[in-house]
C-alpha cells in the first residue's frame, strides 16, 4: 500500500534552516510530481511546493519563494523540503502529498516545524 513517511521536523530559531524528508513507497515514486503542504493552528492546509517527477521544475508558494526547495532523489524514492531563513509563520505541521492517476489523495502523517525565539 503506499506509505509516505515524513522525517526531520523540529524547534529552531527564526533565521534557521530545517530539511523535511518524505520517503515514499507502494507506488511508482518517479513517475509522478510530489507536493509539500503545511497546517498551521487554526488555519486551512495549504499547498508549499510541487516538484515535477524528474524534478526538473518546481513551483513555490509566494510566502516561501527564495528561501524553501523541493528535490527528489528518485533513486530514494524521497522528497526533501530545504528550509532556509525560517520564520515564526513558517511554524506548523508539514506534509507530503500524492495524487494518484485515479486523482486519491494520499498523504503523510505529517513532521511538526516549529520556528521561535
Do not use: H
Amino acid at each position: 500500500q503506499v506509505q509516505l513517511v515524513e522525517s526531520g521536523g523540529g524547534s529552531v530559531q527564526p533565521g534557521g534552516s530545517l530539511r523535511l524528508s518524505c520517503a515514499a513507497s507502494g507506488f511508482r515514486f518517479s513517475r509522478d510530481a510530489m507536493n509539500w503542504y503545511r497546517q498551521a493552528p487554526g488555519k486551512e492546509r495549504e499547498l508549499v511546493a510541487v516538484i515535477s517527477s524528474a524534478g526538473t521544475s518546481t513551483n513555490y508558494a509566494d510566502s516561501v519563494k527564495g528561501r524553501f526547495t523541493i528535490f527528489r532523489d528518485n533513486t530514494k524514492n524521497t522528497v526533501y523540503l530545504q528550509m532556509n531563513s525560517l520564520k515564526p509563520e513558517d511554524t506548523a505541521v508539514y506534509y507530503c502529498n500524492w495524487v494518484s492517476n485515479t486523482r486519491q489523495g494520499y498523504w503523510g502523517q505529517g513532521t511538526q516545524v516549529t520556528v521561535s525565539s
